[in-house]
T-cell receptor, first 112, second 113 residues
Framework: AQRVTQPEKLLSVFKGAPVELKCNYSYSGSPELFWYVQYSRQRLQLLLR??SRESIKGFTADLNKGETSFHLKKPFAQEEDSAMYYC??????????????FGKGTHLIIQP | DVKVTQSSRYLVKRTGEKVFLECVQDMDHENMFWYRQDPGLGLRLIYFSYDVKMKEKGDIPEGYSVSREKKERFSLILESASTNQTSMYLC????????????FGEGSRLTVL
């Protein structure tokens, strides 16, 4: 069974401080991981995916297969980063479509 | 831009009523999904579809059914609404390629009294 764990429901940091949102997964196959973000009153949207190895809005995430983790990091938090963040794992059904299994989410609050 | 439109943003229904939640996407995506979003529980997959008239159960299909008669439209049906189905429902679509991104609608907030 696949599972995504985000241990922090709420994370509050000051502007300019480093941010790390934790995500651990449990999956017997080759994982494909994503971070989605939902800003206040906006729809859920993709932030980044591990295979792209990209930095979006200053955020990066590295897949660590040994620790089964995909933590989201940003060196200097900004107030506009305040949002709900979800880690997601791609699961393959074998039927031709893929759903994503989401973690429970971490509410990030950046204090001025 | 991909657009996923959920026709009802807010609904209030009574226990036992039949409820239809409609979702339309305009990018010719093969895959469509219904999730429910609850505080502290995150997003949970109810049903998904990879083609017209095809459907597969997600993690929490009990009490729900779906319909995909046309490629662009994916409907979620609550045959007999119950109070524990009060939630935010999110529809999403995605194209059929590796590392596909899910595009979400704005959500439908359903309250069952």
């Amino acid at each position: 069974a696949q599972r995504v764990t985000q241990p922090e429901k709420l994370l509050s940091v000051f502007k300019g401080a480093p941010v790390e949102l934790k995500c651990n997964y449990s999956y017997s196959g080759s994982p494909e991981l994503f971070w989605y973000v939902q800003y206040s009153r906006q729809r859920l949207q993709l932030l980044l995916r591990h295979i792209s190895r990209e930095s979006i809005k200053g955020f990066t995430a590295d897949l660590n297969k040994g620790e089964t983790s995909f933590h989201l990091k940003k060196p200097f938090a900004q107030e506009e980063d305040s949002a709900m963040y979800y880690c997601a794992l791609r699961m393959y059904s074998g039927g031709g479509a893929d759903g994503l299994t989401f973690g429970k989410g971490t509410h990030l609050i950046i204090q001025p | 831009d991909v657009k996923v439109t959920q026709s009802s943003r807010y609904l209030v229904k009574r226990t036992g009523e039949k409820v239809f939640l409609e979702c339309v996407q305009d990018m010719d995506h093969e895959n469509m999904f219904w999730y429910r979003q609850d505080p502290g529980l995150g997003l949970r997959l109810i049903y998904f579809s990879y083609d017209v008239k095809m459907k597969e159960k997600g993690d929490i299909p009990e009490g729900y059914s779906v319909s995909r008669e046309k490629k662009e439209r994916f409907s979620l049906i609550l045959e007999s609404a119950s109070t524990n189905q009060t939630s935010m429902y999110l529809c999403a679509s995605s194209p059929p390629r590796v590392s596909r991104e899910l595009f979400f609608g704005e959500g439908s907030r359903l309250t069952v009294l």
